[in-house]
Structures are given as structure tokens and as C-alpha cells.
């Protein structure tokens, strides 16, 4: 069965500052994706970035960028330019590649704390 | 922007009483879930839905939930008869069939 590990349960960044957030997985399969969440205090969760395994370029969206080492199976999330509203719970996430009913199986999350 | 909407936001219950959360997924999405999560720790899958059936169920899924999509827009799921430890936050999610799924703001329930 996949697991997914985020081995920081609390994180803490300076305003305008970067920070990076760990997750590690555990999977037999080759193809599959990866996700990260955020939850904030209204415990909404917004798809943040996500990336396909079968992709070397890491992927990025606008402040937020992945590195993903499949080798290693290692997922981290980096935060540029860190905001006050970035402030909230991150959730690693993995899917299976095959089908499109796959569920998400997520890691037990990051508290991120934003310090003006 | 389209968004998944769900109802109730909080709903408080008694110990042994049925609740029905209900889910307005995203127009064109196809593929339904719900998942939940306990106050404080990780977010459980519990159920996929697709063309009118079950696709996938978790363990915690037992025989006191069920879902069911009664039209062209909701997607509910009831808890038969509810006990202490179902209190969470219970999530709706669709997708179209691309791999990102979106999630709804949740129904918090607190049974007592």
C-alpha cells in the first residue's frame, strides 16, 4: 500500500522569506501523482501544485515550485516570497496513475507559520 | 469560478441519529468522493462514486454509510446511526476526470 510522510509537523517562515516543506512517499508503482494541499483556518483544502511522476520538470505555479527526486521518492514544496496569507496546514498528497477514480492518500500535513 | 459547495457547514447530532451531508459537485465533473478528517490528524479517503455506483471504499466505509447522487446535482452521504467517533470534517470532492481533484469547505459534524 502507498504511504505518504511529512516528517515536519510545524514549519515557521519570515515574510517575504522561503521556506520548504518536506514530504516523502512509498510506492511500487512508477506512474502516479503527486499533490499539495493547503488548509487554512476555515479548513477549506485548495489544490495547490501538482505533478505528474512521468514529468522530470519539476512544476511550478506563480510563488510555489516542487522538487521532485522519483529516485528518492521526495516530494518537497518550496514557498517564495512567503505572505501572510500562505499561513496555514500543507498536505502532501499521492495518487495511482491508472484510471481517473483514483483516490488521494494524503500525509499527516505541515503547520506553516508566517512571522510579519 | 465554479466551486463544490456543501451543506450543512456544521451539523450537531445525538448518538444513534442518521445525518445526511450533502454535496453540490462541479457541473461537468464526473467522479464523486467523500472524505473526512479528524479534528487534528490526516485526511481519510472513504468512497468514490462514478456513473451511479461505488467505485472504491475504504475500510472506514463500513455498512452505516452509504452515498447516492438522487439527481442531476447532489451527492449525499448518510450515516445510519451515528457514534461518537464519526465526528470530523467531511469533504466532497470531484473532478472531470483529470487527476487534481476539488474539494468542497466541508461539513463539520459533532455528534454527542
Known amino acids: 500500500a502507498q504511504t505518504v510522510t511529512q516528517s515536519q509537523p510545524e514549519m515557521s517562515v519570515q515574510e517575504a522569506e522561503t521556506v520548504t516543506l518536506s514530504c516523502t512517499y512509498d510506492?511500487?508503482?512508477?506512474?502516479?501523482?503527486l499533490f499539495w494541499y493547503k488548509q487554512p483556518p476555515s479548513r477549506q483544502m485548495i489544490l495547490v501544485i501538482r505533478?505528474?511522476?512521468?514529468?522530470?520538470q519539476n512544476a511550478t505555479e506563480n510563488r510555489f515550485s516542487v522538487n521532485f527526486q522519483k529516485a528518492a521518492k521526495s516530494f518537497s514544496l518550496k514557498i517564495s516570497d512567503s505572505q501572510l496569507g500562505d499561513a496555514a496546514m500543507y498536505f502532501c498528497a499521492y495518487r495511482n496513475y491508472g484510471g481517473s477514480q483514483g483516490n488521494l492518500i494524503f500525509g499527516k500535513g505541515t503547520k506553516l507559520s508566517v512571522k510579519p | 469560478e465554479p466551486e463544490v459547495t456543501q451543506t450543512p457547514s456544521h451539523q450537531v447530532t445525538q448518538m444513534g441519529q442518521e445525518v445526511i451531508l450533502r454535496c453540490v459537485p462541479i457541473?461537468?465533473?464526473?467522479?464523486f468522493y467523500w472524505y473526512r478528517q479528524i479534528l487534528g490528524q490526516k485526511v481519510e479517503f472513504l468512497v468514490s462514486f462514478y456513473n451511479n455506483e461505488i467505485s472504491e471504499k475504504s475500510e472506514i466505509f463500513d455498512d452505516q454509510f452509504s452515498v447516492e447522487r438522487p439527481d442531476g446535482s447532489n451527492f449525499t452521504l448518510k450515516i445510519r446511526s451515528t457514534k461518537l467517533e464519526d465526528s470530523a470534517m467531511y469533504f466532497c470532492?470531484?473532478?472531470?476526470?483529470?487527476?487534481?481533484?476539488?474539494f468542497g469547505p466541508g461539513t463539520r459534524l459533532t455528534v454527542t
Open positions: 510506492t511500487s508503482e512508477s506512474d502516479y501523482y
Open positions: 457541473s461537468n465533473h464526473l467522479y
Open positions: 470532492a470531484s473532478t472531470a476526470g483529470g487527476p487534481g481533484q476539488y
Open positions: 505533478q505528474e511522476a512521468y514529468k522530470q
